[in-house]
């Protein structure tokens, strides 16, 4: 079974510091990779999405990611914070044929001015 | 081009009431997804909606159902409410059908707050 384990529940970073939030998952075969971004009662926002290639992957806002596969890791990035990006970012890994996703428990960013 | 819409945006129902959450998806997006985002528990996957067929659920009783209209539209339906369904219902459309391969990237709707008192 697919899991995804997000280890930091709450971080809090300066704003113009860098950000690196946690992602590891376990699926057995090529992970379908996402990172969200929800703010306080909204839906999702997709960040950015890993299915193949560069391992690297940009998104929106300046996120971007990368896939390691010999560490089943899939780490957020940004290299400078604004207060705009405190919310709460999900990690979730998908099967790559239309399935259901499966979620981390999310990691809280809290930005401080 | 307008993203998933969901209705209503809050919904109050007491115990043992029926519920009723509609989701529109992406245009031209054939799947539909809902999943439960409840205080403590995270996100959930509920049910899979493609081409009017239930395709996949989730770990949930019987009476979460739903369906999905010929216009791809989607209804979660919730019978016997308890305390516990409060939560945040979300719904998401992609593009991929069954048949599809690879990029069923979800694309999710600002979602439906349910209490159920």
């Known amino acids: 079974a697919q899991s995804v384990t997000q280890p930091d529940i709450h971080i809090t970073v300066s704003e113009g510091a860098s950000l690196e939030l946690r992602c590891n998952y376990s699926?057995?075969?090529?992970?379908?990779l996402f990172w969200y971004v929800q703010s306080p009662g909204q839906g999702l926002q997709l960040l950015l999405k890993y299915f193949s290639g560069d391992t690297l992957v940009q998104g929106i806002k300046g996120f971007e990611a990368e896939f390691k596969r010999s560490q089943s890791s899939f780490n957020l990035r940004k290299p400078s914070v604004h207060w705009s990006d405190a919310a709460e970012y999900f990690c979730?890994?998908?099967?790559?044929?239309?399935?259901?996703?499966?979620f981390g428990t999310g990691t809280r960013l809290q930005v401080t001015l | 081009e307008a993203g998933v819409t969901q209705s209503p945006t809050h919904l109050i129902k007491t115990r043992g009431q029926q519920a009723t959450l509609r989701c529109s998806p992406i245009?031209?997006?054939?799947?539909v997804y809902w999943y439960q985002q409840a205080l403590g528990l995270g996100l959930q996957f509920l049910l899979w909606?493609?081409?009017?067929?239930?395709?996949n659920r989730g770990n949930f009783p019987p009476r979460f159902s739903g369906r999905q209209f010929p216009n791809y539209s989607s209804e979660l339906n919730v019978n016997a409410l308890e305390l516990e369904d409060s939560a945040l219902y979300l719904c998401?459309?992609?593009?991929?059908?069954?048949?599809?391969?690879?990029?069923?990237?979800?694309?999710f709707g600002p979602g439906t707050r349910l209490t159920v008192l």
């Open positions: 909606y493609d081409e009017g067929e239930e395709r």
């Open positions: 245009s031209g997006h054939t799947s």
């Open positions: 699926y057995g075969a090529t992970p379908y």
């Open positions: 979730a890994v998908g099967s790559g044929t239309a399935s259901k996703l499966t």
């Open positions: 998401a459309s992609s593009l991929v059908s069954l048949l599809g391969a690879g990029t069923d990237t979800q694309y």
